[in-house]
């Protein structure tokens, strides 16, 4: 028997697709780079991936989990051929405790999904990346996704209480305990957590908890001198004001959605936007302490709201910007490749100048957007992929904007992962931690 009749004898005949043009179907993520399966597997159960973690193994077939494919650094494909796992369909909410504050899912369940499920119990799952609609739950854990509340809430690794896990072998493991705390043993977990399925296959994960919050409210400053809209936020975080989101957009980025924000954006180098959530009376004071905090750094305008439409209308620059940019000039597209830059949050206005000043240096669109108040900067290439002297110049100015992320002593990744894109500049950030993690991955996966 072939390895197609193994599969298919594992997971269904229907849940293989061997043929050359759908397999080119998976050849590609949100990022630049591509590679084409010879085996896509719709598996179902953990017993079907351990069956198909065997088989791989002993022919030797290399293995890449995928959950939605909206990464953008190339995790998800498989440059050496070999099998795609696709999870999406095991996608079960298989457990909500809301007294012991955790849900049992399986990887493929899809963020926005189980937060419908939960609110309707008065609970969330906080982390919400961009792609909440669609991102897997296997995806985030496996990238330590993160959104714009990471700044009150944390990361999907803050929320991770276990796994279970199938290895490279084929054996199934389980990570961590329902307890509140535990203190036994290395922490596999966080382990895998982040391994962008590298050190086995994720296939059910049980989610920390929190109540989702009576009330919220977001504020819009506008600002005229990028550096007091930074030094603004930092005395926000640093007056007690608990954040629940906080992002900026820069000039370029403001340019590229001057018709949606209906203003001349021409005098403004940063537009802020502060959530709060919690016990109204505490969230009005603190937007109203933070219209004080704004204007006493010089803001030209200030308003916030606690309108659900209201709010909406507000966040319409933001949601808009990514679409935007992906269609700013014909054959131009969003490259992503060092556009997730963490650096420790009082350096976001002068990370944000830089990058502006690389922008005008290889005359490259870098439009800035980002988290502001945990740190992360999106620095998004608008360029013509086709276009080799553009290729040059982006190759050029990315490692300008790695070398900034470092000398900020940040990370070359706030919460996009590693993939393919951050291959040749991995080791400038790990250093000899890099030879460590290669000895991890050897022991679980030895082929
Ligand atoms: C428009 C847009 C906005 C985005 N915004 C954000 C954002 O705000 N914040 C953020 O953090 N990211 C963001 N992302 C990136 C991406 O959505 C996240 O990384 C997301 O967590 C990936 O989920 P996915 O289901 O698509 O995973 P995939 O892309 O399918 O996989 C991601 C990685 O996880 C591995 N993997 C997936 N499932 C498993 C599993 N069960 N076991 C083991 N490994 C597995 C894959 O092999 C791959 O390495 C954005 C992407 C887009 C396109």
Redesign the pocket.
Known sequence: MGVLEELQGIVGTENVFSDKVECMAYSR??SVHKGIPDYVVFAKSTDEVSEIMKLATRERIPV??????????G??LPVKGGII?D??L?NKIIEIDPKNFYAKVE??V??AQLNAVLAKQGLMFP??????V???????????????RAVKYG??RDYIKGLT?VLANGDIIQTGTIAPKSSLGYDLTHL?AS?????????E?VVKLEPKPEYGALSVAVFGDLNKAGEAVTEVITSGIKLAGCEILDKFSLKVVEEVLQKDVSKIEALLLMEADGAKDVVIKDMNRIGEIMKAHGCLEFEWSDDPKKREEMMLARGRL?PTLSRIRPGNRLIPIAE?LGVPSTEIPNTIRQAQVISEKYNILIATFG?VGDG?VHTTFVADVRDRQDWERIRKASEELVSIALKAKGTLS????S?LTRAPHIGLQLGNSLELMRKIKALLDPL
């Open positions: 993520d949100m890449v989990a995928r959950g939605s494919g909206t990464s953008v650094t995790a998800v796992l999870l999406h095991m990887p493929g899809i963020c982390p919400n990346p961009g792609s909440e669609i991102a897997t739950i296997g995806g985030m854990v496996s990238t330590n996704a993160s959104g714009h990361t999907t896990v895998f391994s962008e399925g590298t050190l086995g296959i994720i296939t994960i990514v997730d988290h992360n706030a919460e996009h992962g993939g």
